[in-house]
Each structure stands twice: as structure tokens, then as C-alpha cells.
């Protein structure tokens, strides 16, 4: 008897807004264009033929899992092939995500290593708090200004 994996698949995730923001300054500015020693912005190449593919791999024999004492149950795993380069137009997002945990890491190791918190480059108490808000309020955003005010409580 056959089976397929096609039930047990799920659906892609949605559309984060680092994608967003790449996508429009990709097409309203030179963003594919812009290079300095080599170095590009993300997502400027043409992914592999295999970038983004789902793939799955598992064990669908409940028969034999119901023998060994774990239940009638099918094991299924799935993920999204990378190749985790920053240049790739499909990959690029890993790579950020990749990026900012390696950051977290090191900060976190030095406040572990140093006893010591980070020092923060963002001290509220020396900005003026009505002239930041008269200065967001020229945007016309509502949320900027509310994020702000929080904020800068």
C-alpha cells in the first residue's frame, strides 16, 4: 500500500515585514545595483534551483511504531531547504534571522562572562521628550507617535 505526505504537510508562513521593506526598496531604488569590495545587499541573487523547497522525511509505518510502544502513529518532519547566503533572493531572510542570533549570543555571552549588563546606546532621559513627539507628529503616523510616547515614558 502507498501513502503520500501530502496530508501531514503545512502551510507556508506569511510574508514577515523585513521581506516587505526588501521587496519595495528593491524595486524603488538601486538596491540590486549598490556594491562596495564585494560586499552586496541581501537578496541581489538568483537563488539555487532548490532554495525554498519544502521536503519532508519520516516514517509512516504505525504498524511497527504500535509494536515498539509509541503509539499508532506517523513521524513526520518538515523543512524548508536552504542555503542560508545573504546574496540568495529566497535564503536571504534565514540568513538575517542567522545574523541577529549570532549578535544576541555574543551580548549575551559577554553579560554572562563580565557580570555586566550591555550598555545601551538609547537613554531616554537625555532626549526631549516633547520636541521627539512634535518631530514623529510630522509623519502623521498614530502608531510611530504611540510607540514613542510608551517608550519614552
Not at 504500535?66 to 529566497?90: F, N
Not at 553579560?111 to 514623529?136: C, G, H, M, T
Amino acid at each position: 500500500m502507498q501513502q503520500t505526505l501530502t496530508q501531514y504537510q503545512l502551510p507556508a508562513s506569511k510574508q514577515s515585514k523585513v521581506e516587505q521593506y526588501i521587496e519595495e526598496h528593491k524595486f524603488f531604488t538601486n538596491w540590486v545595483n549598490v556594491e562596495h569590495d564585494g560586499w552586496r545587499l541581501p537578496a541581489t541573487q538568483e537563488p539555487h534551483y532548490w532554495c525554498g523547497i519544502w521536503k519532508s522525511e519520516g516514517c509512516l509505518n504505525r504498524e511497527g511504531h504500535e509494536k515498539l510502544g509509541k503509539g499508532r502513529r506517523v513521524y513526520l518532519k518538515q523543512y524548508q531547504r536552504s542555503c542560508y547566503r545573504g546574496s540568495c533572493r529566497t535564503c536571504y531572510r534565514k540568513w538575517i534571522a542567522r545574523e541577529a542570533n549570532k549578535a544576541t549570543r555574543r551580548i549575551k555571552a559577554y553579560e554572562d562572562l563580565s557580570k555586566q549588563k550591555p550598555i545601551s546606546r538609547f537613554r531616554k532621559e537625555k532626549f526631549n521628550r516633547a520636541k521627539v513627539i512634535q518631530y514623529a507628529e510630522l509623519f502623521g503616523n498614530p502608531k510611530l507617535i504611540s510607540i514613542i510616547k510608551t517608550t519614552l515614558k
